[in-house]
């Protein structure tokens, strides 16, 4: 059981926008940690997509954009391409567990 | 270029004590505000974060995992060990070390696959 809360699954058609929940708690998210996100396509590492809750590393196409609210935050990728399937994961920090913490994990399918 | 690289066995038997090690380059660990984590996957599974050592020796760990695991830096070779002990076939994953900035990782390894089995 993850300490951050993620859909299984999403999927959308090519173009299509889609959008990727992470819900956390008052000790990670609602206490002011920021939310990360990762990409990680098929059999590769992890990729940082999103930092400090909405900044984008170099490279990244501002096709994906986070945001974050409360104890929740959502990642969106807007213009889906095939190339956007993937595992998509959040990442904060728990000051009750003094521990990085992930999401489950969410599999974006583009049909 | 900041690049991570993950080495060590990638077979392991129960109760047996497994150590990786992270060669990297690009940064020093020596430098104030450096970090370098441990992150493990569970074939199909998601991500768990084991530990974490940083510049100035100081080591976080998962507090599950605690018990099980050391953490250690050497700065002239440029690596960090982890050692597990008490490994179990629960234990079999891609652990990634990963580039440690502010309150996430920006960079990672390509990981190395262990698998705890008799």
């Known amino acids: 059981q993850s300490v951050l809360t993620q859909p299984p699954s999403v999927s959308g058609a090519p173009g299509q926008r889609v959008t990727i929940s992470c819900t956390g708690s008052?000790?990670?998210?609602?206490?002011?940690?920021?939310v990360h996100w990762y990409q990680q396509l098929p059999g590769t590492a992890p990729k940082l997509l999103i930092y400090g809750n909405y900044n984008r590393p170099s490279g990244v196409p501002d096709r994906f954009s986070g945001s974050k609210s409360g104890t929740s935050a959502s990642l969106a990728i807007t213009g889906l391409q095939t190339d956007d399937e993937a595992d998509y994961y959040c990442q904060s920090y728990d000051s009750s567990l003094s521990a990085w913490v992930f999401g489950g994990g969410t599999k974006l399918t583009v049909l | 270029q900041i690049t991570l690289k993950e080495s060590g066995p990638t077979l392991v038997k129960p109760t047996q004590t497994l150590t990786l090690t992270c060669t990297f380059s690009g940064f020093s660990l020596s430098t104030s505000g450096v970090g370098v984590g441990w992150i493990r996957q569970p074939p199909g599974k998601a991500l768990e974060w084991l530990a974490l050592?940083?510049?100035?020796?100081?080591?976080r760990y998962s507090p599950s995992l605690k018990s099980r695991l050391t953490i250690t830096k050497d700065t002239s070779k440029n690596q960090v060990v982890i050692t597990m002990a008490n490994m179990d076939p629960v234990d079999t994953a891609t652990y990634y070390c990963?580039?440690?900035?502010?309150?996430?990782?920006?960079?990672w390894g390509r990981g190395t696959l262990v698998t705890v089995s008799s």
């Open positions: 050592i940083y510049w100035n020796d100081d080591n």
């Open positions: 008052r000790s990670n998210i609602g206490t002011g940690y920021d």
């Open positions: 990963a580039h440690r900035r502010d309150w996430y990782f920006d960079l």
